[in-house]
């Protein structure tokens, strides 16, 4: 079945620094990819669609300079936590479907810390 | 705009005996139904979806879901549950196409305790 890989799956580090995150499809090209986060013991909010080519789609409310966005690739999106912050600590995770008609398969997730 | 409503947020069932976890979903039209489950630190797994067609949709893990329109829900159920059920129970609803091709509306999900 469909695959998303996701990297790495924990982050610590220090105030002020910039985190990229991997979310790679491994059996399938996918055109669209879904980056979500998850505050401790709730729901999953979806931040931003990732569209290979083109500019990411931001949900209202998600800074787009905050979290950079790249797919450059059928198979590889990155998201990028620039200048990080505690409040930016979080479980992020990323989900891609093979085709738009067919469900959203997700990564591990990456735990991010900012110290 | 969609929501999900998951009105348990914590539930405790006996190994052996059935669950039933409840999901409502609030959209004017027909939506694509799922239900995921994480287990801790974890990512998502898609246990089932309800597109169209027979409102009761078979799962993995033994799951299964029935989709009323007339309540607008979508509660799972599995006869027996087995201690490796625990996690954390997630229904989501999407608007368009399958489910590709939008971000998804998730609850606030059911965290599911397995009492020996």
């Known amino acids: 079945g469909a695959v998303v890989s996701q990297h790495p799956s924990r982050v610590i580090c220090k105030s002020g620094t910039s985190v990229k995150i991997e979310c790679r499809s491994l059996?399938?090209?996918?055109?669209?990819m879904f980056w979500y986060r998850q505050f401790p013991k709730q729901s999953l909010m979806l931040m931003a669609t990732s569209n290979e080519g083109s500019k990411a789609t931001y949900e209202q409310g998600v800074e787009k300079d905050k979290f950079l966005i790249n797919h450059a690739s059928l198979t590889l999106s990155t998201l990028t936590v620039t200048s990080a912050h505690p409040e930016d600590s979080s479980f992020y995770i990323c989900s891609a479907s093979y085709q738009p008609n067919q469900p959203q398969h997700f990564g591990d997730g990456t735990r991010l810390s900012i110290l | 705009a969609q929501s999900v409503t998951q009105p348990d947020i914590h539930i405790t069932v006996s190994e052996g005996a059935s669950l039933e976890l409840r999901c409502n979903y609030s959209y004017g039209a027909t939506p694509y139904l799922f239900w995921y489950v994480q287990s801790p630190g974890q990512g998502l797994q898609l246990l089932l979806k309800?597109?169209?067609?027979?409102?009761l949709v078979q799962g993995i893990k033994g799951f299964e879901a029935e989709f009323k329109r007339s309540q607008s829900s979508f509660n799972l159920r599995k006869p027996s549950v087995h201690w490796s059920d625990a996690a954390e129970y997630f229904c989501a609803v999407a608007t368009r196409s399958g489910g590709g091709a939008d971000g998804l509306t998730f609850g606030k999900g059911t965290h599911l305790i397995i009492q020996p």
């Open positions: 059996d399938f090209q996918a055109t669209t």
């Open positions: 309800y597109f169209s067609g027979d409102t």
